[in-house]
């Protein structure tokens, strides 16, 4: 009696795991793919998915730029996901969007960058500002408190970015008054534009000693218009993230520092969240808004220490 008892458990046991297991439709947003910050990011969601059973959607524009992103969202939602990941383009155009998902209970959670109204579940992202604070302090120790810099956004109005901007133009005027900062510079993510923009900068001001970069695209822009300058080593280069060329950069002496963010964590940390939403296994309201993610500081010192080696970003999640 016991061990039939016992066997009638088991196969209960099992079927509700079986049921507790159903994969999840999960759509997942990114703002822009086809650059290494995303690629790493979708390998981080995409070994959640693996872990909690979820069937896994991941379509994104090749550009930052909500009229792009939108048709990809109309889309997925077309589609009824149990959750969404998301990765806004725009923090103002998506709130009521966002909002009315969470009012019909569909979780969403957002990464990289944040609504400008808290009204999704979770905000997963960087300590922009903190970045920013650290780049000013790097730049002076390899530059020098004085002189002229220069800061390179992405555009006016972005949360994320401006905050990177913002704690590094606060750091310099609170901690190194003596330093003139040139008027922030905003190239989209045009790594052409960038380096024309940079380019006119070098050219108007002789005395520039640091370029600080907010993303990896106007990075790539900034580098070689210091370099066609001939200010390798000259014009100190400081950027935020880790894309392979970066990497590369940064061992050869084109950058002098690389503020990188944890993309991975973030693609898999929202997917197990949405997972966990989704199958009401943790209660919504007791899930913390601001999940802030915490940087590491890349240099050519520090550059082959595995502890630093496993936050550069990825193409491909076979590297």
Known sequence: MNLRLGICIAALLASGSALAEKPVNIAFLPGQVGIPFYSTMQCGAQKAA???????SWNGPPDWDIALQQPFID????????AVVLAPTDGNALITQVAELEKQGTPVITVDA???KPVETQSIQSNHYLGGVAAAKAM???AGASGTFLAVGMRPGLPDIDARVKGFTDTFKKEYPQAKLLPVI??????????QQVAAALQ??????GVYV?????????????????????????????????I????????????????????????????????????KAQVPHDNLLPFVIATQKNINDPAVRQYFYQTSCKS
Do not use: C, W
């Open 140 to 142: 002076a120790e390899v």
């Open 204 to 209: 108007a001001n002789p005395d520039l000693k």
């Open 50 to 56: 693996k872990e909690f059973n979820v069937a896994l």
């Open 114 to 116: 944040p609504l400008n």
């Open 248 to 283: 590369r950069d940064l061992k050869d002496g084109i950058y002098d520092a690389l503020i990188i963010q944890q993309p991975y964590q973030m693609g898999y940390q929202s997917v197990k969240l949405a997972a966990e939403l989704a199958r009401k296994q943790i209660n």
């Open 214 to 246: 907010t993303h990896s695209a106007a990075a790539t822009g900034a580098s070689s218009a210091i370099m066609e300058a001939g200010k390798r080593g000259t014009v100190k280069l400081i950027s935020f993230d880790g894309d392979p060329q970066e």
């Open 186 to 195: 905003y190239p989209e993510t045009s790594s052409t534009k960038a380096a």
């Open 75 to 82: 889309a997925a939602l077309q589609l009824h996901p149990a």
